[in-house]
């Protein structure tokens, strides 16, 4: 399946397997819209589901209602894709154990795939009657927010939050729940009793894990409640890991109330061995299976071997993030570069002399011939009108150029890492993670805006184009200025 073909392909489950197909009404109107520019991943995904979404959610009148249901159709088709790819990620990493099958893909899908597009919609009214059964495709494309999350990261976070999914893998000894949501809500003195129920553990083993829960309770979920109070967080936020501040803080609980000395480390490990033995007390209480083996990999490190097997959804929104962070590249990329050509070329228009005027032009074009088509100075001052090629130099000005493309980028880069990264880390942690953040994203910058574009240019070559990233969303704005002018 093509990258584009994702919004007019409808996946769905056909006698019990998977198939893909084709709207060709949604098919057709993604193509009028977009045309090539999506198919050759010049239009990030991100700007196609909002501009979408903006045809969906714009106010009814008498000659939209055709546009906004096809439109609605293609984020259908993508969200049917979200969901059997976040089901097929699930299948291969918890579905098989010691080389036998216990669920497959199809058997997630069934719970979650059950959306229906109507190739034929003539009127709103005829889209709304699937809207209405209650799909998970309806509710994923109506509580959507563009701007907290992207649509992909939205619609992991809700198949695995479905009830009848979650209820069906912990059939299977899977509780999708992390370590810390778990020590949360479990109360020390409920405990007591299922370490006393389920576990060979000594009354003093006992009283260690109960004091360590109350540590535990004391410091990390009185932070977090207090997060939620101010609005900072929301209570279904996922709770991350223990920072190494509040682990510290913990180690000096258990000092003050029991005179018992553990390292930060130690701390950490136990509290991860206490929520291992819990989530299979609830495994048990709910299927009477008690879970006997890990579904970690074998190659992981001893650091994180007790780390349970939800946890490994961890790698799902790492591949989230990092979806979201290269769209988010491109779009900041292609801001800057809007915001920097449109301001010199400003420069130029505001004053009234023909030559001045002449020169906006000029540039525009210079800027064409040297990234888009890699021609020299010399010969791009013989096309432009120019005498010779320090004055194309002169009036590029490359360096200063990037150098502000670089400093607007990292700006809006920024902001808009931090606002993903929220999704993933409650803001007391990320405040401590901004500096590591902004040298991360000055360094990727740097890479992609180049202080010497010549370096680009393949050596012996002339007349070919400029091959970065930098270059090639340059030369399509400088395409799209063409088509909009």
């Known amino acids: 399946m093509g990258t584009a073909s994702k ?16 709207v060709a009404s949604a098919k057709a109107f993604f193509q009028q819209q977009f045309g090539e520019l999506a198919e050759q991943a010049e239009l990030p995904d991100e700007q196609i589901q909002q501009m979408l979404l903006q045809l969906v959610r714009a106010e009814a009148t008498s000659t939209d209602h055709t546009a906004r249901n096809l439109a609605e159709s293609c984020l259908r088709c993508l969200i049917s894709y979200e969901i059997a790819r976040v089901c097929a990620g699930l299948a291969a990493r918890l579905g098989v154990r010691n080389g036998a099958t216990c669920f497959t893909r199809e058997d997630l899908c069934c719970f979650v795939l059950d959306d229906e597009i109507r190739e034929k919609a003539s009127n709103r009214a005829l889209m709304q009657s699937s809207a209405q059964s209650c799909s998970l495709a309806s509710k994923i494309l109506a509580t959507f927010d563009p701007q907290k999350a992207g649509l992909s990261l939205w619609v992991s976070r809700q198949v695995r939050l479905h009830k009848d999914l979650s209820d069906f893998l912990q059939q299977h000894g899977v509780y999708l729940i992390t370590d810390w949501a778990i020590l949360n809500d479990t109360k020390p ?53 223990p920072t190494p501040e509040q682990l510290t803080r913990m180690g000096e609980y258990l000092r003050s109330q029991a005179n018992l000395y553990l390292s930060t480390a130690n701390i950490l490990k136990r509290l991860q061995a206490l929520a291992k033995q819990l989530r299979q007390y609830r495994i048990y209480s709910r299927t009477g299976v008690f879970p006997t083996e890990s579904l970690d990999p074998p190659e992981k490190n001893a650091a994180i071997a007790d780390i349970p097997a939800a946890e490994v959804d961890e790698h799902d929104e790492t591949n989230e993030f990092l979806r979201e962070y290269r769209q988010q590249l491109i779009t900041c990329l292609d801001q800057a570069l809007e915001q920097v050509t449109r301001d010199r070329v400003a420069y130029f228009q505001r004053k009234k002399q023909e030559k ?50 670089r400093c607007i980028m990292l700006q809006h880069l920024g902001d808009r ?39 680009e240019a393949a050596p012996g070559k002339t007349d070919h184009p400029l091959t970065s990233l930098f270059s090639r969303r ?8 063409k088509t909009v002018s």
Do not use: N
């Open 356 to 405: 001045a005027q002449q020169k906006a032009e000029q540039l525009l074009k210079a800027l064409e011939l040297f990234h888009c088509r890699g021609q020299s100075m010399g010969k791009i001052a013989l096309q432009i009108g120019l005498e010779a090629q320090y004055q194309v130099t002169q009036l590029m000005q490359l360096k200063d150029f990037r150098a502000t493309v």
């Open 189 to 241: 003195e409920r405990l007591r009793s299922i370490l006393s129920e389920v576990c060979s553990l000594t009354s003093i083993e006992i009283e260690q894990a109960e004091l360590l829960l109350q540590g535990y309770h004391a410091v990390y979920l009185s932070d977090r409640q207090t997060l939620i109070q101010q609005g900072a967080i929301k209570a279904k936020q996922k709770c991350i890991d």
């Open 417 to 455: 890492i931090r606002e993903i990264a929220s999704v993933y880390v409650d803001p007391g942690r990320l405040h401590h993670l901004d500096a590591q953040i902004e040298v991360a994203l000055e360094e990727q910058v740097t890479k992609i805006v180049v202080e010497d574009p010549r370096k």
């Open 7 to 22: 919004y007019w392909q409808w996946i769905r489950l056909k006698e019990g397997k998977i198939a893909a197909q084709e």
């Open 474 to 481: 340059l030369c399509h704005h400088l395409d799209v200025r």
